[in-house]
């Protein structure tokens, strides 16, 4: 007699195959940092421990000197910690690597030069073809609104246009993390918020896996889909909060009683430390 072939499912006649997980794109495992100082030993973080998957949008929050800038800079490999471990992608980060994507307070843009080679910076310190990345060059100062501003020099462009320009130079490599320490701080209110808005907008297009700082509560809710809130140093991640918000995120979502309870449950953290 003919054998019958089976055309039970494989989780049937056998283990189905496992289907590779992707690791999450950042990893902190207790990590620890204590400085040597005059007055003795200071401890700026203790223990902490945070995951960011891919495409994942968080925000640390917290008090100054919390650690926030440290775990920042430890992420991106620009500093070591006293004990714990680090990886991007499941790879241990012990140095800066061309997954990484920094953006800091300021963008420290070249004065002499123009905001397009401004933004091809990366493309000679990773030694990136030079014709794909001024094909992407183009593309990012369209994303960012200033494709006519790309002969200009910085000292042409307002505050905000220069940070617009320094996140393009971020993007330009296409890292798949990136690290933004406060990014617009320095900038007055309207540009702040304007620059939020743009934020969201470029996040939505790639979704990119994003670590940022902030001190404003408002910012971090609209951002993020999920706040760490950290305790005055030693720095220790004190709640993991998802944002309970539905993308896009708009002008009504600040109005919106969801957004309000949200900043307020945040903000008791802030209130209780002070009293």
């Known amino acids: 007699m003919a054998a019958v072939s089976s055309s039970l499912p494989a989780s049937v006649n056998g283990p189905a195959p496992s289907l590779a997980v992707p690791p999450d794109t950042l990893?902190?495992?207790?990590?620890?940092?204590?400085?040597?100082?005059?007055?003795?030993?200071?401890?700026?973080?203790?223990?902490?421990?945070?995951?960011?998957?891919?495409?994942?949008?968080?925000?640390?929050?917290?008090?100054?000197?919390?650690?926030?800038?440290?775990?920042?800079?430890?992420?991106?490999?620009?500093?070591?910690?006293?004990?714990?471990?680090?990886?991007?992608?499941?790879?241990?980060?012990?140095?800066?690597?061309?997954?990484?994507?920094?953006?800091?307070?300021?963008?420290?843009?070249?004065?002499?030069?123009?905001?397009?080679?401004?933004?091809?910076?990366?493309?000679?310190?990773?030694?990136?073809?030079?014709?794909?990345?001024?094909?992407?060059?183009?593309?990012l100062l369209d994303l960012m609104g200033l494709s006519e501003f790309a002969d200009n020099y910085p000292n042409e462009l307002s505050g905000g246009m220069q940070q617009r320009v320094g996140l393009a130079r971020m993007l330009l490599g296409d890292p798949e993390l990136l690290l933004m320490d406060e990014p617009f701080a320095a900038l007055d209110a309207m540009t702040r918020e304007k620059l939020t808005f743009e934020l969201q907008r470029i996040w939505l297009r790639d979704r990119k896996s994003v670590l940022f700082i902030t001190h404003s509560i408002p910012e971090a809710v609209f951002l993020s889909d999920r706040v760490l809130v950290m305790s005055a140093r030693p720095g220790k991640i004190i709640e993991d909060y998802p944002i309970p918000l539905a993308r896009p995120r708009s002008l009504a979502t600040l109005d919106s009683p969801v957004f309000s309870e949200a900043c307020r449950h945040l903000r008791r953290h802030f209130v209780e430390q002070t009293l």
């Open 27 to 139: 990893t902190a495992d207790n990590i620890s940092v204590t400085y040597r100082t005059r007055r003795g030993i200071i401890e700026a973080l203790h223990q902490v421990s945070l995951r960011i998957g891919q495409g994942e949008f968080v925000t640390l929050l917290g008090p100054s000197g919390c650690g926030k800038s440290t775990l920042l800079k430890i992420a991106a490999g620009l500093l070591q910690p006293s004990a714990g471990r680090i990886a991007i992608a499941g790879i241990p980060s012990t140095v800066p690597n061309r997954a990484i994507g920094v953006a800091f307070q300021k963008p420290t843009l070249m004065p002499w030069k123009t905001v397009l080679q401004n933004i091809l910076v990366p493309a000679h310190t990773l030694k990136l073809d030079m014709r794909a990345a001024r094909d992407r060059a183009a593309g």
